[in-house]
């Protein structure tokens, strides 16, 4: 729409808004000093990104949600993709802002926190939920309440950021289960997900592919074995590649109890996507896959660059919150993992010339677009 009158630009940014927020606790923020100003602000941009990652977010999951995934919508999502990636990339390098601050300068306000902290950080706990992180494999911060306890207010009060996230927690699917179901659908080997023959082309494309790797770790075996002349060290070497092969057949044969038959093909479609990336259909499907497993893997670095920030300024004492401060940090960069099998596919890719030749390539050329 067009305004009525021309625009400035601190009016279209609201500029004059925007720069009185920073006052913290205090009506007037020159009662603070420099260094409170920056922790502040420092953490106003964490949440300004955290909202653009978050609606980037949002619309990946409603795109690979639609039942008809629509090929050539895909650059969209791969460009949103690596569009969050960059924020958080962002993100991780304010830490290095914060870490501007000495001890004794952080000490000298941090009273003010207390018993607020990071962990209260609402749209933090969105992007989890959104993503697909569980209730289940959160850690405990160390306290007696759980994390949704910790988003109300003093006495147990309502807040806001207990409604957005108890909200998230009701706006499913998830993203990893969004990106679940498109893979499930995923043609494989020219087979469609709904075809007759869909569960027997499966079980071809597996046998062949658990087949085709085999024989790679045997002669990844045999390479090792030339390098050694312990008997002992042999004999460890060669239950540790037993160990590789017998692993692959565990993965592509999941148990009921880890997903029976949707798990199997779910991962079988990750895995061929990535073993048969140079296909012209599979192009963009291959960048989805890799662009996820970056998003994560610069979560975690983001998570990883925030523990060494606390532990620079504060050490290891207990956090604002009360929970056990850098343990905690540390735990959740190492448990929070969402795309497990897109990560455990890496471990199973073997050499091009070594996948075994599919009976339907044609069917991913750009003419069957």
Not at 9 to 37: A, H, K
Not at 175 to 201: H, K, N, Q, S, T
Not at 351 to 358: D, G, I, K, T
Request: glycine share 6%.
């Amino acid at each position: 729409m067009k305004p009525d009158k021309p625009t400035n630009y601190w009016d279209y940014i609201r500029v004059d808004d925007l720069l009185s927020l920073q006052g913290g606790l205090e009506s007037d923020e020159s009662e603070l000093t420099n260094d409170e100003v920056l922790f502040i602000t420092v953490h106003q941009v964490f949440e300004l990104w955290f909202k653009l990652i978050l609606r980037e977010l949002g619309a990946l999951r409603d795109f690979f949600h639609q039942e008809l995934v629509d090929d050539q919508e895909m650059s969209k999502a791969v460009r949103s993709i690596q569009r969050i990636n960059v924020l958080f990339r962002r993100c991780a390098s304010h830490f290095e802002v914060i870490e501007t601050l000495t001890t004794r300068e952080y000490l000298g306000f941090r009273d003010k926190l207390m018993p607020a902290s990071g962990f209260q950080s609402a749209q933090m706990r969105q992007m989890e939920i959104l993503l697909g992180l569980d209730d289940e494999s959160r850690v405990p911060l160390g306290l007696s309440e759980s994390y949704m306890e910790a988003l109300r207010g003093h006495g147990g009060a309502n807040s806001t950021a207990f409604e957005h996230v108890a909200a998230q927690k009701l706006d499913g699917p998830s993203l990893a289960v969004a990106i679940e179901e498109w893979l499930l659908r995923a043609p494989i080997d020219g087979v469609r997900f709904d075809a007759p023959d869909a569960d027997a082309g499966l079980a071809r494309f597996i046998d062949a592919y658990i087949d085709a790797a085999h024989q790679e770790v045997s002669r990844t075996c045999e390479i090792a074995l030339a390098r050694s002349a312990d008997p002992a060290e042999e004999d460890r070497l060669r239950a540790r590649y037993e160990d590789e092969k017998r692993a692959i057949v565990e993965f592509l044969n999941p148990t009921d109890e880890e997903g029976g038959a949707r798990r199997r093909r779910v991962r079988a479609a990750a895995l061929f996507v990535v073993s048969y990336r140079e296909l012209p259909l599979l192009a963009w499907p291959r960048e989805v896959l890799d662009g996820l497993i970056e998003l994560e893997q610069v979560m975690l670095i983001f998570r990883q660059r925030h523990a060494r920030m606390v532990e620079r300024v504060i050490g290891r004492r207990t956090g604002t919150g009360g929970s056990s401060g850098v343990d905690y940090l540390d735990r959740t960069a190492l448990v929070y993992r969402v795309f497990r099998d897109l990560w455990a596919v890496r471990t199973y890719q073997i050499r091009r010339e070594s996948n075994p030749p599919l009976a339907n390539p044609g069917f991913y050329d750009f003419a069957n677009a």
